[in-house]
């Protein structure tokens, strides 16, 4: 037998079944990439801690460079994964006197641990910079609608006017926290597991600091059996990305609400519809649909992940490997769902004279003219509330002659009499002006909105300077390592 991995302990070969059964082949392209940068930091480290001459290790980075160059497709897929298939094309390359080396002081437990974050935080940071993305299309449009209004809702009931811009700034922020969240899990991820080995770390004098900032980690993990067994990070992002997809999944129910023709509120570009194969004259928001549904799909992906991970007894075992798969198609799936909502959201048509119509429409004012009464007439909010309940069975726009008729039956007395104007009842019923009265701070008043997107501004800005930051760390510490590789060859 020539696979390098059964040819000692096992004595046959695993049939076609067997092998597709355990295989990881086909999500390891996930982390090809990932995988050369590690054996090139190992290889590196292992020379300097002279556990290998330097000849070898001349050889070996020569070896992976051509793998690297090659690509993944040249390996042998009917190996069990990754790694074991780049070091068996090693050997063959370079023979097994210097290749058989590279795996020295190391386990392929700690190796794909280290793969796997090295590729997720390269899909974290792409993340980052799509939701980056994602925000300013929403800021930008928010400040272009701080005077549009619309219609509020709660229960999908008509309940007060507000702005367009603040509907669109209350998702805006939902993102923000979602980015937040992200950052604070790359810490998490950028850790590094490479020398823990199988789980109880290696008899090599190894140095485990040099091989992680090599590749960008900011530090080493620290108990070698914690950091080949766990995948608390994969869950912890999941999470994270369930809740992305959560947030655009609400927004894309309210895009296909607002299509529709009851409401009109918008219209998507004709790019993000889809047609009926009948029915002609068909626009359907299909793009908003499908994002929808694919917030099942990640969501299921953080059930999958929890499933796998919660019987696990210390330190690895092979389920672990069933887990990679749901990260990869959860991370894809959101990071293209907020490109997509971005795209979305940037061709837009906003019918504002629809929206305006309808900002008043169910008597949305009716909390405004009960909050009036309380103030100029002097009346308990709660009696206020029975007078406007009462009014509103009998119109949605009453005078204040009404106002009186229904005060006097509740109160024995008409709040005229008490300092309630008709202008003032003209003031509380006027959408504008009932969200130009809703200044406090996080309120759709125009002049306050304006202050928020400033201070959401700034703050972007800072979030936006982090995230550079941590993807020039990345960027500089594997630039790093390729030149360095380039001149041990
Ligand atoms: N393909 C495996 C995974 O994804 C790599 C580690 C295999 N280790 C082992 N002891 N069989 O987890």
Redesign the pocket.
């Known amino acids: 037998m020539s696979d390098i991995l059964r040819r000692g302990r096992l004595s046959k070969s695993p049939g076609e079944e067997m092998r597709a059964y355990t295989s990881?082949m086909e999500a390891d392209k996930w982390i090809f990439e990932a995988d050369v940068f590690v054996d090139m930091a190992h290889t590196l480290m292992l020379q300097e801690q002279e556990i290998i001459s330097e000849e070898d290790c001349s050889k070996i980075l020569s070896g992976l460079l051509q793998i690297k160059e090659e690509g993944m497709d040249t390996l042998d897929f009917s190996y069990?994964?990754i790694?074991i298939s780049l070091e068996s094309r090693l050997i063959d390359l370079i023979g097994e006197e210097a290749g058989g080396r590279m795996h020295s002081g190391r386990s392929?437990?700690d190796e794909?641990a280290t793969c796997i974050r090295f590729a997720l935080r390269g899909e974290l940071l792409s993340l980052l910079e799509d939701l980056m993305k994602l925000e300013t299309t929403l800021t930008t449009l928010a400040s272009d609608h701080i005077n549009t209004l619309m219609p509020g809702f709660t229960h999908l009931q008509h309940a007060q006017p507000t702005t367009f811009a603040h509907h669109l700034a209350a998702h805006a922020d939902a993102f923000e926290r979602d980015i937040a969240r992200i950052i604070s899990a790359y810490e998490r991820v950028n850790i590094c597991p490479l020398g823990s080995a199988a789980f109880a770390s290696t008899g090599f004098p190894i140095n485990r600091y040099v091989t992680a900032e090599r590749l960008g980690f900011s530090n080493p993990m620290t108990n070698s059996m914690d950091a080949v067994s766990s995948r608390d990070f994969l869950i912890e992002c999941a999470a994270a990305f369930s809740n992305i997809m959560i947030n655009l999944s609400r927004m894309a129910e309210e895009l296909i609400l607002w299509s529709s023709q009851e409401f009109n509120f918008v219209e998507l570009d004709d790019t993000y519809a889809s047609t009926s194969s009948i029915m002609p004259q068909k626009k359907n928001p299909d793009t908003a649909e499908l994002m929808r549904g694919k917030s099942g799909t990640v969501v299921g992906s953080l059930a999958a992940l929890m499933t796998i991970c919660k019987g696990l007894p210390l330190s690895?075992n092979?389920d672990?490997?069933e887990a990679?798969p749901h990260i990869i198609k959860s991370v894809n799936v959101t990071d293209a769902s907020v490109r997509m909502m971005t795209g979305i959201m940037e061709t837009l048509t906003i019918h504002e004279e629809v929206m305006k119509t309808q900002s008043v429409a169910g008597f949305t004012t009716a909390t405004e003219l009960a909050d009036t009464m309380v103030r100029d007439a002097g009346i308990p909010f709660r009696t206020a509330h029975q007078i406007v309940g009462t009014l509103s069975r009998m119109t949605t726009t009453p005078s204040l002659k009404e106002i009186d008729q229904v005060s006097s039956d509740v109160l024995g007395y008409k709040l005229s009499e008490k300092g309630l104007t008709k202008e003032a009842v003209a003031g509380a019923l006027d959408p504008l002006g009932n969200v130009e009265r809703r200044l406090v701070v996080g309120g759709p008043a125009p002049i306050q909105m304006r202050d928020d997107l400033t201070d959401k501004k700034r703050r972007l800005a800072a979030l936006q300077k982090e995230i550079w930051a941590m993807d020039l760390a990345v960027e500089r510490a594997l630039e790093n390592l390729t030149e360095e590789v380039k001149t041990k060859i």
Do not use: G, I
């Open positions: 990881s069990e994964d790694h392929r437990n794909v690895y092979r672990l490997q990679t």
